[in-house]
């Protein structure tokens, strides 16, 4: 009977310990945003790693307690739509968030067709809109108002590649002008935008590109641009087509056995080339918005480091996609938006984001009147025996790079 009594006394402190706390978690109330993602279609890898980066996000933030405003407690929670990487649907599907189902605050799509595609829904609107997907460094010249971007603008997505093969062009007795650079681009905005950065970054070397193409619709066949690559025997190859362009480009360049000693290529991680191309993949130069060596952290997700970690246990990722990581910075910044503003009103948390200054495992997040956010820099990784390992900018590099590029096919 004294057992029983004990386990009684036990039991009810302990209900007593919890009830505030799940009479709190119960009295929290929802704040719904809105997504429309390439969930199918030529931006579905991409798609989903961006939603594995809202998802876990959220989760960060609803388990810490979520976010208060004017004393009340709310969980985060999001209305996805798949826009089948269709521009035209995406925007019908934003009006859809909006109109039917009265959603006020909207998540960015996957690229920067989809973002250009809602944008004037979002205006048309006044919905505050926190993206994390799109770098298209035009979508930032339209005097859009109630767009947020936290990525670094897409002509620095390749122009440090131009750099780097000055540096190495320099460090080995030859001029910079007298290097061999064959680009090829998907015709869409972001590429187009990479494609100038890297002809102005040309331009300060004398640089001229020998073949400058454009992929195919489907991004399925560039055997006849890489043939052209290695008849000239280029000295640069710069690729951008996003997750299936850098999948299709591993792939040809091992059926070709193309030597070009330096590549670089947008989406090497999300195109999984290290996975399905190790030996075609050797040697690669790979932009990124981040990375787990960063010195970058938070309250919220710790360092990059322990967010890479997390992440990895959260998704089962092997390599973290830079997407991913952007997209958990997304739902921070909106976070930080509702708790400054402490208000549900969209015109404040539009005044908020503004005003945004935040430090984040992803790095600083700080917009500029365009909505852009200026200080983000681009990394370079060169893929080393599977391993992305940071090799630009000098000041930051983790390892030096293998040079000349040398696949085993």
Request: aromatic share 10%.
């Amino acid at each position: 009977m004294l057992y029983r009594a004990g386990l009684a006394t036990i039991a009810a402190a302990a209900a007593l310990a919890l009830g505030p706390i799940s009479a709190q978690a119960a009295d929290c109330g929802a704040i719904d945003l809105g997504a429309a993602l390439s969930l199918t279609g030529k931006y579905a890898s991409n798609g989903k790693n961006t939603k594995n980066g809202y998802e876990f996000g959220i989760k960060k933030i609803n388990d810490a307690g979520g976010v208060t405003v004017q004393g009340k407690c709310y969980h985060f929670k999001v209305k996805y739509y798949d826009d089948e990487s269709t521009p035209a649907r995406a925007a019908q599907l934003i009006d859809r968030l909006v109109n039917q189902d009265k959603i006020k605050y909207i998540l960015g799509p996957y690229s920067s067709g989809m973002t250009k595609a809602i944008l004037p829904v979002v205006e048309k609107y006044k919905i505050p809109l926190v993206q994390s997907e799109a770098a298209s460094r035009s979508l930032f010249t339209q005097g859009y108002k109630y767009q947020f971007g936290i990525i670094a603008t897409s002509e620095k997505y390749l122009a440090p590649v131009i750099d780097l093969a000055a540096d190495l062009a320099k460090k080995h007795g030859k001029n910079p002008s007298s290097l061999k650079v064959a680009m090829i681009f998907q015709d869409d905005p972001f590429s187009l935008d990479v494609r100038q950065g890297v002809v102005d970054t040309m331009k300060k070397y004398g640089m001229k590109a020998i073949v400058d193409d454009r992929m195919p619709p489907d991004l399925n066949d560039i055997t006849g641009f890489l043939t052209k690559v290695k008849a000239i025997k280029a000295d640069v190859l710069i690729v951008s087509g996003h997750s299936k362009g850098a999948v299709t480009t591993a792939r040809q360049m091992a059926e070709l056995k193309v030597q070009v000693p330096l590549v670089g290529m947008t989406h090497c991680e999300a195109g999984k080339v290290t996975q399905d191309f190790p030996k075609a993949a050797e040697g690669f130069v790979c932009p990124t918005q981040w990375d787990e060596t960063m010195k970058a952290s938070d309250k919220l997700f710790g360092t990059a480091a322990e967010y890479n970690k997390e992440i990895k246990a959260f998704a089962g990722y092997k390599v973290v996609p830079y997407q991913t990581a952007q997209a958990s910075a997304a739902i921070y910044v909106w976070k930080d938006a509702f708790a400054r503003a402490n208000s549900l009103d969209k015109e404040k948390l539009r005044d908020a984001l503004m005003k945004t200054d935040l430090k984040t495992f992803y790095g600083n997040i700080k917009f500029a009147p365009d909505g852009s956010n200026p200080g983000k820099e681009i990394l370079l990784r060169q893929i080393q025996h599977g391993k992305y390992k940071v090799v630009w900018p000098a000041s930051v590099a983790a390892a030096t790079i293998n040079y000349p590029r040398q696949a085993q096919y």
